[in-house]
T-cell receptor, first 114, second 113 residues
Framework: EPEVTQTPSHQVTQMGQEVILRCVPISNHLYFYWYRQILGQKVEFLVSFYNNEISEKSEIFDDQFSVERPDGSNFTLKIRSTKLEDSAMYFC????????????FGSGTRLTVV | GENVEQHPSTLSVQEGDSAVIKCTYSDSASNYFPWYKQELGKRPQLIIDIRSNVGEKKDQRIAVTLNKTAKHFSLHITETQPEDSAVYFCAAVPNFGNEKLTFGTGTRLTIIP
């Protein structure tokens, strides 16, 4: 079964540092997403990406966040200057036809900001 | 925006019994309602979904019902097994073309052997 792959699985970073979280969506999927989940809480939407541009973003996705699809396979989330409250599990997801047809989530990157 | 409420937050049932998890949503334009199962430290996995033109859907021991008028949808697991123990999240997509899944707060289901 095709999978969404995320790297690294765990990243520890100093507050104020930049981090890049990487994702390889399923190859024939056209819609890409980032979500985060603070420990013990629900999954929260960050951003959706289609046709090489952001289609929707949440209030959480402020100027410190950016996404990029640098080539035909990778989809990245960059946090420019990490804060303690950015510590969470970050999930990438992809969908072949959009949110109404279901997502496949990656295994997540646990980001710890110290 | 869409708001999804989920109850209960925790649920313990004896193995073999049924479990029911309920969600309500606020946006009457929502038209797609998936359910995800998340085991500890793992990714959410889609287990069943329902669209607004359908009232009920079943897949083996799992069923989902939707009441559009009341804006309720529920997950039913019958003949529960220990491997059903996990956190379950309901979600809603506010309207076609909106790419955001709004998740409920989750239900921790524990199956007691």
């Amino acid at each position: 079964e095709p999978e969404v792959t995320q790297t690294p699985s765990h990243q520890v970073t100093q507050m104020g540092q930049e981090v890049i979280l990487r994702c390889v969506p399923i190859s024939n999927h056209l819609y890409f997403y980032w979500y985060r989940q603070i420990l013990g809480q629900k999954v929260e939407f960050l951003v959706s990406f289609y046709n090489n541009e952001i289609s929707e973003k949440s209030e959480i996705f402020d100027d410190q966040f950016s996404v990029e699809r640098p080539d035909g396979s990778n989809f990245t989330l960059k946090i420019r200057s990490t804060k303690l409250e950015d510590s969470a599990m970050y999930f990438c997801a992809s969908s072949v036809r959009g949110a109404n047809y279901g997502y496949t989530f990656g295994s997540g990157t646990r980001l710890t900001v110290v | 925006g869409e708001n999804v409420e989920q109850h209960p937050s925790t649920l313990s049932v004896q193995e073999g019994d049924s479990a029911v998890i309920k969600c309500t949503y606020s946006d009457s334009a929502s038209n797609y309602f998936p359910w995800y199962k998340q085991e500890l430290g793992k990714r959410p996995q889609l287990i069943i979904d329902i669209r607004s033109n359908v009232g009920e859907k079943k897949d083996q021991r799992i069923a989902v019902t939707l009441n559009k008028t009341a804006k309720h949808f529920s997950l039913h697991i019958t003949e529960t097994q220990p491997e059903d123990s996990a956190v379950y999240f309901c979600a809603a997509v506010p309207n076609f073309g909106n790419e955001k899944l709004t998740f409920g707060t989750g239900t921790r289901l524990t199956i007691i052997p």
